[in-house]
């Protein structure tokens, strides 16, 4: 099968093009840099021509309110070029719990482009994923303040991109789900003590605090971020991913 992988040049991306290839399929990574614009729809159309599944693994550059008009205007766009160019099959990366998270901007843009997608003409699938493992020093650079990193116990469930990738391209190489699959890390931690298992490991002569209100993750309530009942468990554990 031919894919087109837009946003193919990323972190999950690249590692999907990779993965599709690998198992003999034509995999073709598309971005910016390759001249495809999906705000604009410049070479939208001509990276969606002749291919069986659309990958759409594009991301906001931004986390606030102007995410829903990203995702919203990119994913109309790739639709219209997929049912235009007879597409059977669009695979989009979305974010375990995204609908369950309305106080924050970007959590509604990937609900936002969920029911795009599901409201579409092409037949579809949603890969959620918990938060990367990737992405964890990241959040603690969010709330340092001098040597000290502020941080909640909201429960979070690091997943490695690698088998982010893995679910990511299964998917995308089988039917569609017209639904939604669930994939997570095997662990789930309190934010405040992940920032300190991280720093333990690397220590770079932070700690860390523990603060109900420090950063985006305070606005969530509960183990929302995390997987639920049928949801593939991945198996690279965080403590793993660090050494």
Same mark, same amino acid.
């Given at each position: 099968?031919?894919?087109?992988?837009?946003?193919?040049?990323?972190?999950?991306?690249?590692?999907?093009?990779?993965?599709?290839?690998?198992?003999?399929?034509?995999?073709?990574?598309h971005?910016?840099?390759?001249?495809? %614009?999906?705000?604009?729809g410049?070479?939208?159309?001509?990276?969606?021509?002749?291919?069986?599944?659309?990958?759409?693994?594009?991301?906001?550059?931004t986390?606030? %309110?102007?995410?829903?008009?990203?995702?919203?205007?990119?994913?109309?766009?790739?639709?219209?070029?997929?049912?235009?160019?007879?597409?059977?099959?669009a695979?989009?990366?979305?974010?375990?719990?995204?609908?369950?998270?309305?106080?924050?901007? +970007?959590y509604?843009?990937?609900?936002?482009?969920?029911?795009?997608?599901?409201?579409?003409?092409?037949? +579809?699938?949603?890969?959620?994923?918990?938060?990367?493992?990737?992405?964890?020093?990241?959040?603690?650079?969010?709330?340092?303040?001098?040597?000290?990193?502020?941080?909640?116990?909201?429960?979070?469930?690091?997943?490695?991109?690698?088998?982010?990738? %893995?679910?990511?391209?299964?998917?995308?190489?089988?039917?569609?789900?017209?639904?939604?699959?669930?994939?997570?890390g095997?662990?789930?931690?309190?934010?405040?003590?992940?920032?300190?298992?991280?720093l333990?490991?690397?220590?770079?002569?932070?700690?860390?605090?523990?603060?109900?209100?420090?950063?985006?993750?305070?606005?969530?309530?509960?183990?929302?971020?995390?997987?639920?009942?049928?949801?593939?468990?991945?198996?690279?554990? +965080?403590?793993?991913?660090?050494?």
């Open positions: 099968m031919k894919f087109a992988v837009i946003g193919g040049t990323g972190l999950i991306g690249s590692q999907v093009v990779k993965k599709l290839n690998a198992a003999g399929h034509e995999a073709v990574p971005s910016m840099s390759t001249g495809v %614009d999906v705000i604009t410049q070479g939208v159309e001509e990276a969606v021509a002749g291919a069986d599944v659309l990958v759409n693994l594009t991301n906001s550059p986390f606030d %309110d102007a995410s829903l008009a990203f995702f919203q205007t990119s994913m109309e766009n790739l639709l219209a070029a997929g049912q235009k160019c007879g597409v059977g099959h695979v989009i990366l979305s974010i375990v719990g995204t609908d369950q998270v309305p106080d924050l901007a +970007y509604r843009a990937k609900t936002l482009q969920e029911d795009i997608l599901k409201a579409g003409p092409v037949p +579809y699938s949603i890969v959620r994923a918990t938060q990367f493992m990737e992405f964890v020093a990241a959040v603690l650079s969010w709330t340092t303040e001098g040597d000290v990193v502020r941080l909640p116990t909201t429960p979070i469930q690091p997943i490695a991109a690698q088998d982010v990738s %893995d679910a990511v391209a299964e998917v995308a190489a089988g039917t569609p789900l017209n639904g939604t699959l669930n994939v997570g095997p662990d789930v931690f309190p934010l405040d003590d992940l920032g300190r298992i991280t333990n490991a690397r220590p770079d002569g932070r700690r860390v605090v523990t603060d109900g209100t420090a950063g985006m993750f305070a606005a969530i309530s509960g183990d929302v971020l995390t997987t639920k009942g049928d949801a593939r468990i991945a198996p690279t554990h +965080y403590s793993d991913w660090l050494s």
